[in-house]
């Protein structure tokens, strides 16, 4: 028996003056369950997994038989939930570094949308960050709004479902 054990179980045998015997019960339950209670936490402590890897994929996303010019196409593991966003450039092109596995994907263009009242130039007109100075050209306002079925914009619901395997490879999109 440990000594925090034995002393706890002296103490409820031989209370020390002052101490209640009910104080002594607590204290000896206490470090009795003490050792479990750690065991059982420290069991729940596993490692998991910080990283997967990753494979470049890159394709052309197209609707209704056009590239799509502009938005965003997100990866999403289906195990470990890791996902991997890209932009879709003006000629419907991507290139992403998703996660290798079984994945799920979303594509969104809403970001591109004229807002309400406003009126946005053509993309070939505008200057690269033009809206904000520290935006680059590369970023995701590029590209003309095209009206895309709301349910491609989340894994959940989009149904476009890919295998990345390790390695370079292309993998076109086609949104009906």
Known sequence: ???????????????????????????????????????????????????????????????????????????????????????????GKYDINAPVGPVKIAVDNRMIKPQRGGKREPAHLRRPGAENPDASASGPEQGVYEQIPSKYYSTDESELTYTVVPGPQTHEITLK
């Not at 706890?8 to 206490?30: C, D, K, Q, V």
């Not at 910080?50 to 990866?75: C, D, M, N």
């Open 1 to 91: 028996m440990p000594s925090h054990l034995m002393q706890a179980w002296l103490a409820l045998r031989h209370p020390i003056r002052g101490e209640a015997p009910r104080r002594a019960i607590a204290r000896l339950a206490f470090l009795g369950c003490l050792p479990f209670c750690l065991l059982i936490l420290a069991s729940g402590c596993t490692q998991r997994k910080t990283s997967i890897e990753h494979a470049q994929v890159t394709g052309t996303v197209t609707y209704k038989g056009h590239p799509l010019p502009g938005g965003r196409v997100e990866f999403v593991a289906v195990e470990g939930a890791f996902a991997s966003t890209a932009i879709i450039d003006e000629n």
